[in-house]
C-alpha cells in the first residue's frame, strides 16, 4: 500500500513534466531552434 501510494506521487508528478517537456520541445522546433541538441533540452 505504501510502495503503490508512492508510485502514484510519482507518476502524478511526472506526467505534468512530461508534457511540458514535450509542449516545449514542440515550441523550440517550431522556432527553428533544430540546431540546439535534444540533450540540452532534457
Known sequence: SELRRAF???FLIF???L???MV???VL???G???LP???LS
Do not use: R
Open 24 to 26: 516545449v520541445a514542440s
Open 8 to 10: 502514484e506521487i510519482g
Open 38 to 40: 535534444p540533450s540540452m
Open 29 to 31: 522546433m517550431s522556432m
Open 19 to 21: 508534457i511540458i517537456d
Open 15 to 17: 506526467v505534468p513534466f
Open 33 to 35: 531552434m533544430m540546431m
